[in-house]
């Protein structure tokens, strides 16, 4: 199956088995979610989506969170992994935007990249889901992902993998192709058991090929 088919079949695919591909985070606005991505960040969306509801009450704007203290946030935060380093992050992402950019989360990737916590992958995320802007993230599914297929090659670096996806799948399909490929890491291309038996893209994977053939 040479690159440009092996594409094909995997939106075809996709299409027609997870066409409403969409984030498994929990908000309402821009800003919510930009919180809700920084809390995500070697994190489960569930433990997340746990914590987001009180958060999200007490801090509706990011003006109310500029007044807070390190302890109110970190109470709130706690059960999240690394809830030192993320307190500080939200705090300062908070401050950041009603400085800047007058409480209003920017639309582009080079001011996003500006704030406490916000990396390329997250900026991407924003990008994409809010501002349905043609960005690829790409986490530790989809890196994982895209290797194991095939789809990338001698992509060493997440930068890497992201140029290449963004060069293969077309411009439209770009926000929806991350959470393809970053559900079936989570569900089905486990990072230590991949469930390659009955998954339904394995005769498009260089992996499934190499172990088992």
């Given at each position: ?154 992509a060493t670096t997440p930068l890497e993998v992201e140029k290449q ?49």
């Open positions: 199956m040479t690159l440009a088919q092996k594409y094909k079949f995997l939106i075809e695919y996709f299409q027609k088995n997870n066409p409403n591909a969409a984030s498994e985070l929990h908000f309402s606005n821009a800003y919510e979610l930009i919180l809700a991505v920084v809390l995500s960040a070697q994190c489960t969306d569930k433990r997340v989506n746990m914590i987001t509801p009180a958060l999200f009450s007490r801090f509706p704007t990011p003006f109310e969170l500029t007044n807070a203290s390190y302890e109110e946030v970190y109470e709130l935060i706690k059960s999240v992994s690394y809830p030192n380093n993320k307190t500080k992050h939200l705090m300062g992402l908070a401050q950041k935007l009603v400085a800047d950019f007058n409480g209003i989360v920017p639309d582009n990737l080079e001011a996003l990249t500006s704030l406490p916590g916000v990396g390329r992958k997250s900026a991407n995320v924003i990008l994409s889901v809010i501002f349905d802007k043609p960005a690829m993230a790409v986490d530790t599914h989809v890196f994982r992902v895209a290797n194991r297929l095939g789809i990338v090659k001698n996806l963004v060069q293969h799948f077309p411009e439209h399909l770009l926000a929806r192709a991350h959470h393809w490929l970053i559900l079936h890491g989570r569900y089905v291309c486990l990072a230590r058991t991949p469930k390659c038996v009955g998954c339904g893209i394995s005769s498009a994977c260089d992996y499934y090929y190499q172990k088992y053939s």
